[in-house]
């Protein structure tokens, strides 16, 4: 009994050691971990604390990036990217931003290890990091605002822009990594069904017209009068190319009148219900351009207006792909036809 009893008293010594030694694990790694200083005094505020009076005062929101820089401007017509010729940026992402930065609250505290802000996307832009300088101008020019802000996965992380402290943060902001995503290219809304012609001119000078009928699939486009006589070299091809207006997607705009080279090939689209619209080509030193007319007959001819009055003046930067289903060649899309072979029975 004796024996018996000094082993149970054994064990639970040994299991209340083990007990301790895991819940002093169990401390260690808490405050280690930083749960215990994560929390911080400013937890739940404004980033920009009185940002929504400020704002209405702001004519500049810069964002500066370590390979790149943009700018959005008050004008006189309403906000536009000054690096994009001042092209007009989208207005809802605009208010996106405004609530956004003016709604953005402090969350946990994260590190303040230089070292470690890339990793959260952090890093000051000046220093070649993977930052992201928002700065806010008002009407005298001053700087009202400031914060660099990082997003990692769908979580934001900001710091003062002099600070090393790094704070999670609470709210939503619009993309700010791309300045294309900022500007206002919702121009043209086609659907591929409503395009009944195309009329192409290529580099060499060569032209074509082709036509699907009413309810005719991408590749029921034929060649049309008076091109009749020319077989069609790949139905692919010409779908792609014959729809490429109802894919238009520029990645940058500039004044037309700054376009250095004459257009090298033409682009005429045609719907059923008769809007046309007129695709000029440029190959430039700085890129691929296109400029753009409609044309729609009619007194109803309210589309037409509202495409021109969004692109007269501009040309528009393409990626060399999409310039590319703009520009084929005509030898490319159709082929003479064979000769017809003898009747055996003449």
Avoid: C
């Avoid at 209405?56 to 017509?77: G, H, K, V």
């Avoid at 930065?101 to 959260?120: F, M």
């Avoid at 700010?176 to 500007?183: E, P, Q, T, V």
């Amino acid at each position: 009994m004796t024996t018996h009893g000094q082993s149970r008293k054994t064990t639970v010594i040994r299991l209340g050691i083990a007990a301790a030694i895991l819940w002093a694990v169990i401390t260690a790694a808490s405050l280690f971990s930083g749960q215990q200083t994560d929390t911080h005094a400013d937890m739940g505020k404004p980033v920009l604390p009185g940002f929504a009076e400020r704002r209405i005062d702001a004519s500049q929101i810069r964002f500066s990036m370590a390979d790149e820089r943009y700018t959005l401007a008050r004008s006189e017509t309403g906000w536009v990217m000054q690096e994009e010729d001042s092209f007009p940026v989208r207005q809802d992402r605009l208010v996106a931003l405004a609530t956004g930065l003016e709604t953005l609250t402090y969350g946990p505290r994260r590190t303040a290890d230089p070292a470690k802000h890339d990793q959260i996307r952090l890093g000051h832009p000046s220093d070649s990091g993977t930052g992201v300088l928002v700065e806010v101008f008002d009407s005298t020019g001053e700087r009202s605002d400031a914060v660099l802000i990082g997003r990692k996965n769908t979580q934001l992380y900001v710091r003062g822009p002099d600070a090393d402290q790094t704070y999670r943060a609470t709210g939503d902001l619009p993309a700010f990594y791309n300045r294309r995503a900022w500007l206002d290219f919702d121009i043209i809304d086609i659907a591929p069904d409503a395009i009944r012609s195309l009329r192409v001119t290529d580099s060499n000078g060569n032209s074509a017209y082709f036509a699907r009928p009413p309810g005719g699939d991408p590749r029921s486009f034929r060649t049309a009068p008076p091109y009749e006589n020319l077989e069609v070299a790949s139905r692919l091809a010409l779908s792609t190319t014959a729809l490429a207006i109802t894919r238009f997607n520029p990645d940058g705009a500039k004044r037309d009148d700054r376009l250095t080279t004459a257009p090298i090939a033409r682009h005429i689209s045609e719907t059923f219900d008769g809007l046309e619209i007129d695709l000029r080509a440029h190959q430039e030193p700085d890129g691929f351009w296109v400029t753009l007319r409609a044309i729609e007959a009619g007194e109803g001819a309210r589309r037409a207006e509202v495409i021109n009055s969004r692109v007269e003046g501009w040309a528009f930067r393409l990626p060399q792909f999409d310039w590319a289903d703009f520009t084929p060649f005509v030898s490319d899309l159709v082929v003479n036809p064979p000769p017809a072979e003898p009747n055996p029975n003449e």
